[in-house]
């Protein structure tokens, strides 16, 4: 178990506290049962303790039992645990009550007994079970709370008392508790139905994100976290364990790079599974050091057990609720949690891991080897497709050869992930870096980087390689790296290897510096620099972004064309490009004005990310960032932030750094618009963490600048220095907008050509840093010197 300090409960584990009162309250008329499930950590054990705490004050005996490790236990020793006190203690008296034949019954299996008749006698399981249904009717005057925990580690004797129990309540005020880990799967108490009648099943899920939130320590920094939280996923225990090792600046990771390879240190000296027996301790490093997915033969030859030994190790950890199946099929398994195969990696002996990586890499080797999919031979991609399949079509994260041949395709991501640090590599490792980076470009781009980069050091590589490099890096929020590749590259260094190829890394490079803010030299990449600009959908809508962004001087209508153009031309069959294409159109036309169709594209844009599968959505995540902000254009800043929640939320799972730090900005402007001014703080410095995270300067500024308004939001004050820069038909204009009122109403009212409205907005937003007209408005009620 964790080692967790013991702070004020939850408001979701004080529900579940007050429904374990009320079924004490109803046992003292009957008997009750409640079933008590959850994960590792989540609290299971706290909450009987205060039960167990809160009976005792009340008068009730308490007869409370615990299995402390798994593995081979003496018949009923977790129900020894729970009376074995109290029968030392007991007088004559309870023994008459209970009589002679069940006293003798209860002597083989509980200690207190020792010196009774038949204590030397081989027990009969019936005559215990019967026995020990009359003795909790006995055993408390006021009344007995008898709790059993950790019974997923009990044998098939307590699964025979609790179903006898259930089937035959004992007399009197009894309240019968079990708790056991939750499995996916598992078949723990099968003897006991979980809708077995009179029998109430209380399961503890994960916490809330207020609640986890709440159970950070008081100046936790900002992006630790943001991290503890994804990595905890809302078990208390592991939540407490993270916070203690959360670094004032923490390293950034994806999800996935706690599940392979090398993690980060999350926690130093903070867990201990002493619980597990010796084989499920060995078993567990073994399964941590080769990383998820991985099977009972890697398992085996990597702890240097037989494989029918790795087979019951893992029934163990399964059953400690540590590991599962991954798949239908069940031949490969991986943690619950990737967390605690962090946890547990780094808490594994250094020397073990040592001796045990080459047994890894071995095994891993063997299983890649085994796979039928395969990449043309070389370290470049199958057939150059690398980057993209069609002109201006971005590829999904788990598609192309990688998904092939599943085992094998987890096989090489775990290789992969070793093969980063490993002194010497083969032409078969590189194709296992080569088509794992490809494979986990959007889902952990930095892990993608570590491999090319390994690819790389290996000897000269096809410019599709480096090319990739470069996605990886901007992706991962190392923007002038990718930069620098790209100038080392040229944009059109692979024009006449693969279709599209041009489209594909001008828009890319066009986005790196768009990102970094060199807006101009976006906008030259994306006219060609000079040559033939790039075409497609892709490209347009990388013009149609540049063209929203604040700093770039925004300009609605310039970005509602690139947008459209870029709807004409995506493909049917990419909802993901589509979507992407609807959200730009969404925000271009609320910035200016027209509210009906940014709501008809916003529509259009939410059906499609409906559709879009995890790994497609992946690839378009900005496309969240740009439908929040269509929303908050509309007046809609509650719907805007929970589309810029969901894309910031798996961005910080994939480890999209930059993203996610604009991903964040967002969201505090839709919690600006909807009057949560500390909402909105926090959420800029989230964004100024990730800003130092990557060093891009333009973040920082744009954190900044996003803190001075909100500043200003909070004290009521006019931005002057920037509302001097307006002309006056622009204040005029500008005053207009803050009544709420369309272009069209606009230029009626000052009898000027729509045109001419949608030219002064573009002036404004570009004077003013804005990018909606629910900003400007928001200037215009902070100032009395706009009319």
Not at 572 to 582: I, K, Q
Not at 664 to 690: H, K, N, P, Q, V
Request: proline fraction near 7%; charge should be neutral; glycine fraction near 12%.
């Amino acid at each position: 178990m964790l080692h967790q300090q013991q702070q004020p409960l939850t408001a979701a584990r004080t529900r579940d506290l007050a429904v374990l009162y009320r079924e004490l309250r109803l046992a003292a008329g009957g008997p009750r049962f409640v079933r008590l499930t959850g994960e590792p950590w989540s609290g299971k054990s706290r909450l009987l303790r205060q039960l167990a705490a809160t009976a005792h004050k009340e008068g009730w005996t308490v007869a409370s039992g615990r299995l402390p490790r798994a593995g081979r236990t003496r018949p009923f020793e977790v129900v020894a645990d729970a009376l074995d006190d109290h029968l030392a203690r007991a007088d004559g008296t309870l023994f008459e009550r209970l009589g002679e034949a069940r006293t003798r019954a209860l002597a083989p299996v509980l200690p207190a007994l020792a010196t009774l008749p038949g204590a030397g006698e081989r027990p009969d399981p019936g005559a215990v079970v019967r026995a020990l249904r009359v003795l909790l009717g006995l055993l408390g005057e006021r009344g007995t709370l008898f709790v059993l925990d950790d019974v997923h580690r009990a044998g098939p004797e307590v699964l025979d008392l609790l179903d006898h129990l259930v089937r035959h309540p004992p007399q009197g005020p009894v309240l019968t508790v079990f708790a056991h880990r939750a499995v996916p799967g598992g078949r723990h108490l099968a003897a006991v139905p979980y809708d077995a009648p009179g029998v109430r099943h209380l399961a503890l899920g994960p916490l809330p994100a207020a609640d986890a939130r709440a159970l950070l320590p008081a100046g936790t920094p900002p992006l630790a976290a943001e991290l503890v939280l994804r990595d905890a996923a809302g078990v208390p225990g592991l939540l407490h364990a993270l916070a203690r090792g959360a670094a004032p600046g923490p390293s950034f990771h994806a999800t996935a790079e706690l599940a392979t390879g090398i993690p980060p240190v999350l926690a130093p000296d903070s867990i201990d599974l002493h619980t597990l027996s010796s084989l499920g301790w060995r078993c567990a490093c073994a399964a941590a050091l080769l990383g998820d997915p991985f099977t009972a033969a890697a398992l085996a030859h990597t702890a240097g057990v037989p494989v029918e030994h790795a087979l019951a190790g893992l029934d163990e950890l399964h059953a400690e609720g540590l590991v599962r199946p991954e798949g239908a099929a069940g031949t490969r398994f991986c943690f619950v949690r990737p967390a605690v195969r962090a946890l547990v990696h780094h808490a594994s002996g250094a020397g073990w891991r040592s001796a045990a990586l080459g047994r890894a890499l071995e095994a891993l080797r063997a299983e890649a080897a085994a796979g039928t999919g395969r990449a043309a031979p070389g370290a470049g991609p199958q057939d150059g497709r690398e980057e993209g399949r069609e002109e201006g079509r971005e590829e999904g994260p788990e598609e192309g050869p990688e998904g092939g041949d599943a085992g094998a395709a987890g096989a090489r991501r775990t290789l992969a992930a070793h093969l980063e640090h490993a002194a010497g590599i083969g032409l078969e490792d590189i194709r296992a870096l080569a088509l794992s980076a490809r494979g986990g470009l959007y889902t952990r781009p930095a892990r993608s980087a570590a491999a090319l980069r390994r690819v790389m050091a290996v000897g000269p590589v096809p410019v599709e390689v480096r090319l990739l490099l470069n996605k990886a890096l901007v992706l991962s929020g190392r923007l002038e790296e990718a930069v620098r590749g790209y100038e080392e590259t040229g944009p059109r260094s692979h024009e006449d290897r693969l279709p599209g190829g041009r489209t594909d890394t001008a828009v890319w490079q066009a986005r790196a510096l768009r990102w970094s803010g060199r807006h101009a030299q976006a906008r030259s990449v994306l006219d060609g620099d000079g040559g033939l600009p790039p075409g497609g959908p892709a490209a347009d809508a990388e013009r149609a972004a540049l063209a929203l962004e604040p700093w770039a001087g925004a300009d609605p209508e310039e970005a509602r064309a690139a947008a459209e153009r870029a709807l004409r031309t995506a493909p049917a069959d990419d909802p993901g490009a589509r979507a992407h294409a609807y959200a730009l159109l969404a925000a271009a036309c609320a910035a200016a004005g027209d509210g009906e169709s940014a709501r008809a594209a916003a529509d259009g844009a939410h059906a499609l990310l409906a559709r879009t599968g995890e790994p497609e959505r992946a690839a378009h995540l900005e496309a969240l960032r740009w439908l929040g902000a269509a929303e908050t254009g509309l007046g809609e800043p509650e719907r805007g932030g929970r589309h810029v929640e969901r894309g910031l939320a798996t961005a910080l799972e994939h480890g999209q750094a930059h993203l996610a730090g604009l991903l964040a900005l967002g969201l505090a402007e839709a919690a600006l618009a909807a009057g949560d001014t500390e909402g909105a703080r926090s959420r800029i410095r989230l964004a100024a963490a990730l800003a130092e995270q990557t060093a891009v300067p333009a973040l920082a500024d744009a954190a900044r600048e996003a803190e001075r308004r909100t500043g200003a939001h909070a004290t009521g004050a006019p931005d002057t220095s920037r509302l001097s820069l307006l002309s006056e038909r622009e204040r005029i204009v500008t005053g207009l907008v803050g009544e709420g009122r369309t272009n069209q109403q606009i230029a009626a009212r000052l009898d000027i050509s729509v045109k001419t409205v949608e030219t002064y907005m573009s002036r404004i937003f570009k004077k003013l840093g804005m990018n909606s007209r629910t900003q400007v408005a928001h200037v215009v009620g902070l100032s009395a010197n706009i009319r």
